[in-house]
């Protein structure tokens, strides 16, 4: 295969270690990964925790919890993206409307806006979010950093038309549900020059045919076996 899709670490190489861990990104780079796949919420102090529920194992909201109540192994969006030297990073914005946390202002978009401004690492990032008005505000406030939708899936009859807007608006890729992909979305998307992402893929057949539709990148709880599946070891 020519161009092969790029092997994304679902919230780290979340199979071998407790995944959106520092432990998980680190492994993640270890095994090969180009890039991580990590959450972020917000906390009640306006910091920015990576991880995926919107409450901890013993119920405790995160959204009422300041950055020194959460648990060690909970790390902020900083640490983390430290941690993924040498990884590209996609850092989905959890503002889901039934979630405790949601916040119609996207006031977590704009501190994630900030900070990666401050980083100066422009090139590094991939925002996606759910909430498609959120990734449309990362745009507005922080342009020079690409933003994807990240969605359950979009059916074919609709493709053509979601991939127009997507590119209107300044996205570069759709991130679609694994199970509802076809072949034909994904060329649908990449006639308007849009990228499609994946989500999440373990099993290495499954792997191998979607690098044969020409995704650009696959998200995956085993970087190690993706790597494998794509012969590369």
């Not at 780290?12 to 861990?21: F, I, K, L, V």
């Not at 979010?129 to 359950?152: E, K």
Request: proline share 4%; aromatic share 6%.
């Amino acid at each position: 295969m020519a161009d092969l899709p790029q092997i994304i670490a679902h919230r780290g190489a979340s199979r071998a270690e407790t995944e959106n861990t520092l432990a998980a990104f680190r492994t993640a780079g270890r095994m090969g990964a180009d890039a991580v796949e990590l959450d972020v919420r917000r906390c009640r102090d306006g910091a920015m925790a990576v991880h995926h529920d919107d409450h901890l194992a013993d119920g405790r909201n995160i959204v009422d919890l300041d950055a020194a109540d959460l648990p060690a192994h909970v790390p902020m969006l900083p640490e983390a993206l430290d941690a993924c030297e040498g990884m590209w990073v996609n850092i989905e914005i959890k503002n889901w409307h039934e979630d405790v946390d949601f916040d119609g202002n996207d006031s977590l978009a704009a501190t994630v806006a900030g900070h990666l401004a401050q980083r100066g690492e422009d090139p590094r990032w991939v925002i996606s979010s759910f909430n498609r008005r959120t990734v449309d505000a990362v745009r507005t406030l922080l342009p020079s950093v690409r933003t994807a939708w990240l969605t359950v899936g979009v059916r074919d009859e609709d493709a053509a038309r979601t991939a127009r807007d997507l590119a209107r608006s300044g996205h570069i890729a759709l991130h679609p549900w694994d199970r509802f992909l076809t072949r034909a979305c994904v060329e649908q998307f990449h006639a308007e020059g849009l990228q499609v992402n994946v989500w999440t893929v373990d099993d290495p057949a499954r792997i191998e045919e979607l690098a044969g539709w020409g995704v650009d990148g696959i998200v995956t709880n085993v970087p190690d076996i993706a790597r494998s599946a794509l012969g590369l070891g």
